[in-house]
């Protein structure tokens, strides 16, 4: 089914001066609503399960369509909010705990209004004290939640976070736990009207979660497997809110979390990812063999060798599966002398 694409906010003004923080709220800043259509990147090719001992057995499957993004958000230029409300004065200390635990937010200059950003708003946002390499601008810019690169890494995902959290005209200061940098500013000028996710129809959130689980994919192969499990994770959290049986895209999105989480040191997620798979389709191979691979990292070797026996008994000639098989033996066999040793020491 072909979608119209997302409405995206219109060219940065470069004109604007950077501004003094702690600005009175009684200032407005002109958010531009002209839209363009975003071309969509080409569907990455389909991603078999390679028969080899190296880890590309391990590379997420790409889904048969990428879709596009469903024309479900309102450009509406207009910011919420009076912009001749003065703000509530602040106390002495003045805290917003991310729920997730990521950040702790300080709000210097409380904004106005009840309305935040969702997803599809244009935020007309200015940013300063970002590290280098961030992949964020400093100084004015406009940031679509939802949508675009900005988000892919860690700094991006937080950014979202915190403008999800902010109404028009706040200014806040990001405190990360092991942050040693100059503190991270954002304020929100101003914001277009979105909508939440469980406004959307169905098929909306299915187009969506292919575009982000493409996008996952390209990530993945480009080596960066954290960039890669947030688009799964995002797509996933879309699916979830589908009424059951859901979307048959969950079981891959699973199977492709679980790769991203080994290659990242976090076998135990992994399995579980895996887990939620195979609830779904308990013979889908490359999840059978990420829990295995999973399991043999967590040190249970008879979980690790039951998977891998599965996965062999319907692809013999799987030599990823053989040789990870072969090692999980050996590691049964070095716990069980281990095991023989104590129990002489013990008993002899």
């Excluded at 995902?157 to 990001?174: F, Y």
């Excluded at 797509?235 to 999105?253: D, F, K, N």
């Excluded at 799987?318 to 020491?345: H, S, T």
Aim: charge should be neutral.
């Amino acid at each position: 089914m072909e979608t119209l694409p997302i409405p995206l906010a219109g060219e940065k003004d470069t004109s604007e001066p950077q501004q003094q923080r702690g600005r009175s709220s009684k200032e407005s800043l002109n958010s531009s609503t002209q839209t363009r259509p975003r071309q969509q990147p080409q569907e990455p090719e389909v991603l078999e399960l390679r028969m080899s001992p190296a880890a590309a057995s391990q590379i997420p499957e790409t889904p048969q369509g990428a879709g596009r993004r469903a024309a479900v958000l309102e450009d509406a230029g207009e910011s919420h909010g009076s912009a001749g409300e003065m703000p509530e004065p602040l106390g002495a200390s003045d805290l917003w705990a991310c729920p997730d635990g990521s950040f702790v937010k300080r709000i210097i200059t409380r904004g106005h209004g009840l309305d935040k950003p969702k997803l599809g708003s244009s935020c007309r946002v200015l940013a300063s004290g970002f590290p280098l390499g961030s992949g964020l601008p400093e100084g004015w810019t406009e940031l679509t939640m939802g949508l675009g690169s900005w988000r892919e890494g860690t700094w991006g995902e937080l950014t979202e976070k915190c403008l999800e959290s902010m109404c028009q005209g706040e200014e806040a200061e990001l405190q990360l736990p092991g942050h040693s940098g100059p503190p991270v500013r954002l304020t929100l000028a101003s914001f277009t009207q979105g909508q939440d996710s469980w406004e959307l129809e169905a098929s909306e959130k299915e187009a969506l979660a292919r575009q982000e689980r493409a996008r996952g994919t390209e990530l993945f192969r480009a080596g960066n497997p954290e960039g890669a499990a947030r688009c799964y994770g995002r797509a996933l959290r879309l699916l979830l809110t589908l009424p059951p049986p859901g979307s048959p895209e969950r079981t891959a999105l699973h199977a492709n979390l679980a790769a991203c989480q080994l290659l990242l040191g976090q076998p135990h997620l992994a399995a579980q990812s895996c887990d939620r798979a195979l609830e779904r389709e308990p013979g889908h191979l490359k999840a059978l063999y990420r829990r295995g691979v999973a399991q043999a990292a967590l040190g249970n070797v008879e979980k690790a060798t039951a998977d891998l026996k599965k996965v062999l008994a319907v692809d013999p000639k799987n030599r990823a599966a053989q040789e990870e098989l072969g090692k999980v033996i050996f590691q049964g066999k070095k716990q069980d002398a281990g095991l023989a040793q104590g129990l002489r020491k013990m008993f002899g």
